[in-house]
């Protein structure tokens, strides 16, 4: 079980510099704003681990974060830089997408991406052309749900269901939608007990 301390190991701009493989990892990914920051925070409890409103789609960097385990040796945090900037040109796109796809493709210890998706706005086009390139490099992942104390409480239970019926067209989306909101801290131990 994921105990919840981490410690930064490094930020990575290529492949080649990436820690070994020899443990297992978790990716966290979604679009800029999209409240990955404040989500890593809250599950680690540090505010100054994972800068919050970072320019976004600056960082064009994979950070690696050391978690500790209850009874078992650490595992990776990797948080991936977010997509979706709408004034961020074609060429950084690219950059992004190169980056992402090999990591998707060549990183043998990735044992889940967790797909953070802002419960205002469900799923976007750009988050389903990453859910289709998670389907195509066989990776793993889930969507967790972001800011849901933004919705009012009838819409909550729609989102979800919504989320849901859309996770079904895609092959390898784990079936369990994860609700969360880093604000009121809902979600985070069943988070933390499926990391
Ligand atoms: P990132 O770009 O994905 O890292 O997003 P941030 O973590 O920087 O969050 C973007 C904005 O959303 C900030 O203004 C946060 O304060 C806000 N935010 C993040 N999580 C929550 C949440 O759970 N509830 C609410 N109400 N606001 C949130």
Redesign the pocket.
């Known amino acids: 079980l994921f105990a919840g301390r981490v410690d930064f190991v490094m930020g990575a701009v290529s492949l080649k510099t990436l820690p070994g493989a020899d443990r297992p990892e978790v990716a966290f990914a ?13 599950l680690t409890g540090r505010k100054t681990l ?5 320019t ?1 789609g600056r960082t064009q960097e994979l950070n690696y974060f050391e978690m500790g385990m209850e009874m078992d040796t650490p595992a990776y945090l990797v948080d991936l830089p ?1 997509y979706g900037y709408a004034k961020i040109e074609r060429k950084k796109v690219n950059a992004w997408t190169r980056l992402v796809k090999d990591y998707l493709r060549g990183r043998p210890n990735l044992r889940r991406v967790l797909l ?1 998706i802002d419960s205002r706005h469900g799923l976007k086009e750009n988050d389903r052309e990453i859910m289709h390139m998670l389907d195509e490099a066989a990776v793993n992942y889930q969507i967790v749900l ?5 919705l009012k409480v009838a819409d909550r239970e729609k989102i979800v269901k919504k989320t849901q019926e859309d996770a079904k067209k895609f092959i390898a989306c784990h079936p369990i939608i994860m609700a ?5 801290g809902w979600g985070l131990q069943e988070l933390r007990a499926e990391i």
């Open positions: 979604g679009r800029s704003n999209v409240g990955k920051s404040s989500l890593v925070n809250a994972a800068r919050t409103s970072n976004p977010g953070l972001t800011k849901l104390d933004k969360t909101s880093s604000e009121k």
